[in-house]
Each structure stands twice: as structure tokens, then as C-alpha cells.
């Protein structure tokens, strides 16, 4: 592509500048190839302007930064608005490929993961999927490793690119707030997006509620026209949601609120599913079948089904979907002890997503509960001492133990997260695999034990090494296994 076609839009200055074709965007030096733009991004760990020279050395024709460059052997294209910018480059580059699939996004706290392969499960029934999320991305059935939930601007569109080039008609992606106040999605539009809820979490990143709402916000303004809002009408946020303007539908749902147009009845729930009513008149009633347990399931499930219903998806692959979605590893993950007791392997790890857990396996367990749980280091410190008391008042026993400690002293966590407890009913054991085997060896016929906080992860993060670890293997060390 041409340089003066690339840089349509984007408020910049540039300095050497002549039109050449570009070949290439990189924003990691050592993939840099002759004839490409090298993106010199400002990070909080790293400054992409200090790997200029080997981006120039790589054969770079132009550098994007935000920093003033004086040099003449190179185009020096300087923006004054760098995120978005970027962005539009991207999406310049690569063709704006998110125009030619349909687009699905979900926002919230808690619920985006289960939501999106629930949805994946639904379209995958229809026709060629993608998803990209916390976990991993999917284009098909190929699985790709995810390093954020959203990904930078750049490794999006080259996701997205590849998407359109292998004939995906429908990408459902997780919209963090990150993604969102950081522009990483910027100049995208959405078909039908998802509010799943709001609660405490990433106050590191945004300081106040009041931001990470407003960054939530961002993702209903860029909904197509025409198309659809699904918004969970029970969360207390919701308002925010349902009164953003714009020529587009929305679908309120929930269980208690009298204004939801979409109602849910639950009938029933156990270790091996949920079911329940979702209607909005004697017409339009859905008895919907789930294998996935919880009240909060039954919330992501039921957004997931308006989400398709309101996307013109046919009733049989919705059901279809809906009755055996793609496995979530680390949500609500449970494995069977042959002596008795159930495991709970769950990514909980804000308030509100510990308490969620606890709460549904204690309405199916005739025995105690034994929650395991710690906090994550140089992440939201408020947080701790509010998930200390939640875990003590709700559980038999708490064990409170390392979760990913970064470059804080694990002791200086749990003390924070001490700090909330006023129960006697807890244990510390801060190393965490040690942890859980003494959550499994205390264990009992009827009991049930939550490991919290990691889910998904195959690895634990000290200082600024990440080591191997897996919550489920480490389980099954000292499980007796139900086949």
C-alpha cells in the first residue's frame, strides 16, 4: 500500500516525507523486514523509540511514534493522538477486515469468557467463528495463543485480516476496559454487543469506578446501525448502559427488576446443569437447558441466546449450542473425588466473582465448603481485605494463599487481605501448590472445594518470571479421580 493512502485520517506530522509503498506494520524491532513502518510504542516497561536504530537497520521506511525524531535517513511520521492513530493505521493497512464479518462484542466484569464460547458453540452451528478472548483466540477450529484479552491494535487486525482471508463470517471478541480506554478497538463497529455486569476490579489501571464505567461505556458507541445492545437489566450499572443513544436495539433481561423486557424464571439448578424460562410474552418463551451450573450462568447463557436471537441465528443452533457448549477451562471447572467430595476450579478473582462461586456451591453442597483463594500482586490492593471477608463469612474454611505475587511479597498480600477478616475460620499456606493439596487432603464425603483465582492459567507469576503451574493438575496430584 501506498504511504499517503496509509496515513488517511490520522492527525500527524511527518517529516522526510515521500510516497513509497509499504510492505509491512511491525512494533517489535526484530521482525522489522525492508519496507516496513516500525511502530515505536511508549509503554509503561519498555520505549519502542529506543530500538529506532534496528528498526532502520532492519530496512524500516518510516518510523510512527509520538516522541519528536530528528533524523533524515528514515520518514519520521510523529502522531498527535497515537493510540487511535494506530489504530487507524491498522485498520487502513489491513483493509478494515471487522467490516467484512459480522461483529460481536462483550463488555463486563465477570461472564465475558463464558458468554463468548457459549456464542462461539451457537454460530459454529452456522457457519466459520471467531473468537478472540482471555483464554486463547479461535479462527475455526484453530486455536491461538492469547497474551490480553484484547489484543494491542496491531496484533488485532492481523487476527481479524486472517479472519476475512479464511472465510470467518462471524467474530465474537471480549472488549476489556483496557482494550477499550486504550483504543486498541478504536474505528471498529459491532453488530451486537453484550453488557454482562460491572463490579470492582483493575482499579490499579483506572483508579475509580467512575472510569472503569465510562471505559465500559465506549463499547455501545460504536454499535452499528441497526444493530443490537443485550444488556443484563439486574446489574446495577445497567441504567448506564440503557440509556446510551443511538439508532440500535436493545435487549434488557434479568430476574428481579420489573422494566427488563426479557424475563428469566430459573427451575432449577444442580451439579450437572441449569435450566430455566427466558419470555417476553406467551409467544416468545424459551425453555433453555444448560450444562453449565449457577445463577451467573444462567445470566451469561441467557445473553448469549438473545445475543443469536436478535442476530437472526436459527432456533435449532442456538439450542444446539446452548445444550453442549466449548469447554471454559478455569469456569466453574469440576472435578469428582471417588471419595465423595467435588473440586471447583474458578478464575474468580474480584469480589463479586468469589462470592458468585461460593455462593452456587453452597446452595449444592450438603457438606462444607472450602475455599482456597489469594490475591494477584501490583493489581487493585483495595480489593484484598473485601475478598478476605467474603471468603470467611461464606466458607466452612478459608485457605488464603499465593495467587500470581509479581514483584510484591506474597506476605504483604495476604496481610492486606487479612486485614479484612474479622472470622477465626482460615489458614495461611502461602505456597500455593502446597495449598492445595492441604484444601484436598482436609477435604470430606460431601464437601466441596473452590480453588480460586487462576482458572484458566497455566502458570504463576513471581517477580517477573512466569514458572508452570496449573491449578486442575496440581488438584489431581492428590485427587482420586471419578471416571
Not at 500527524?12 to 511502530?39: C, P, Q, T
Not at 458468554?115 to 458453540?121: A, Q, R, V
Not at 444448560?290 to 432456533?315: C, E, K, Q, R, S
Request: charged residues 25%.
Amino acid at each position: 500500500m501506498r504511504l499517503k493512502e496509509l496515513i488517511k485520517g490520522l492527525n500527524l506530522e511527518s517529516s522526510n516525507m515521500r510516497d513509497i509503498e509499504v510492505n509491512g506494520i511491525y512494533s517489535d524491532s526484530k521482525s522489522v523486514s525492508a519496507g516496513a513502518i516500525f511502530v515505536a510504542v511508549k509503554g509503561a516497561r519498555a520505549d519502542g523509540n529506543v530500538f529506532i536504530d534496528e528498526a532502520v537497520n532492519k530496512g524500516a521506511v518510516a518510523i510512527f511514534t509520538e516522541e519528536n525524531i530528528n533524523r533524515n535517513d528514515v520518514i519520521i511520521l510523529k502522531s498527535f493522538d497515537f493510540s487511535k492513530d494506530l489504530s487507524l493505521l491498522c485498520d487502513n493497512f489491513y483493509q478494515k477486515p471487522s467490516d467484512s464479518m459480522k461483529m460481536i462484542g462483550i463488555t463486563g466484569t465477570n461472564g465475558k469468557t463464558t458468554t463468548s464460547y457459549i456464542l462461539k458453540g451457537i454460530f459454529s452451528n452456522i457457519e466459520k467463528t471467531g473468537l478472540i478472548g482471555t483464554i486463547c483466540h479461535f479462527i475455526g477450529d484453530e486455536k491461538i495463543d492469547a497474551q490480553n484479552t484484547t489484543p494491542d491494535a496491531l496484533t488485532l487486525r492481523k487476527l481479524l485480516y486472517r479472519m476475512k482471508n479464511e472465510n470467518v463470517k462471524t467474530a465474537i471478541m471480549e472488549v476489556s476496559s483496557h482494550g477499550l480506554k486504550l483504543n486498541r478497538v478504536y474505528n471498529l463497529s459491532y453488530d451486537a454487543v453484550v453488557f454482562t455486569n460491572l463490579t470492582q476490579d483493575h482499579l490499579d489501571f483506572h483508579i475509580t469506578m467512575e472510569d472503569y464505567l465510562q471505559s465500559k461505556l465506549i463499547l455501545f458507541s460504536m454499535i452499528k446501525r441497526g444493530g443490537v445492545a443485550i444488556i443484563n437489566g439486574d446489574d446495577k450499572y445497567a441504567k448506564y448502559f440503557i440509556d446510551v443513544p443511538g439508532d440500535f436495539k436493545k435487549a434488557v433481561f434479568g430476574i428481579r427488576g420489573k422494566e427488563q423486557e426479557w424475563k428469566i424464571d430459573i427451575k432449577g439448578i444442580s451439579m450437572k446443569g441449569s435450566s430455566f424460562l427466558l419470555y417476553r410474552n406467551e409467544k416468545e418463551s424459551f425453555e433453555i437447558n444448560t450444562p453449565l451450573v449457577g445463577d451467573h450462568n444462567i445470566y451469561n447463557t441467557a445473553a448469549a441466546f438473545l445475543t443469536a436471537f436478535y442476530l437472526g441465528a436459527d432456533m435449532k443452533s442456538i439450542v444446539k449450542g446452548i445444550s453442549s457448549p466449548p469447554v471454559v477451562k478455569g469456569r466453574f471447572e469440576k472435578i469428582s473425588d471417588k471419595r465423595g467430595f467435588n473440586v471447583i476450579i474458578d478464575y474468580a478473582h474480584t469480589p463479586d466473582a468469589l462470592e458468585r462461586v461460593i455462593k452456587t456451591a453452597k446452595r449444592l453442597t450438603t457438606g462444607r465448603i472450602i475455599t482456597l483463594f489469594g490475591c494477584g500482586g501490583d493489581r487493585d490492593k483495595t480489593k484484598r481485605p473485601i475478598m478476605g471477608k467474603i471468603a470467611t463469612h461464606l466458607s466452612d474454611l478459608a485457605i488464603i494463599t499465593s495467587d500470581n505475587p509479581r514483584t510484591e511479597n506474597p506476605q504483604a498480600i495476604i496481610n492486606d487481605i487479612l486485614a479484612g477478616i474479622s472470622e477465626t475460620n482460615y489458614i495461611i499456606e502461602i505456597n500455593r501448590a502446597h495449598a492445595i493439596k492441604r484444601s484436598i487432603e482436609t477435604a470430606q464425603k460431601g464437601d466441596t472445594v473452590i480453588i480460586a483465582g487462576k482458572g484458566h492459567e497455566n502458570y504463576q507469576i513471581v517477580g517477573t518470571k512466569k514458572f508452570a503451574f496449573d491449578d486442575r493438575e496440581n488438584a489431581l496430584l492428590h485427587m482420586k479421580e471419578e471416571k
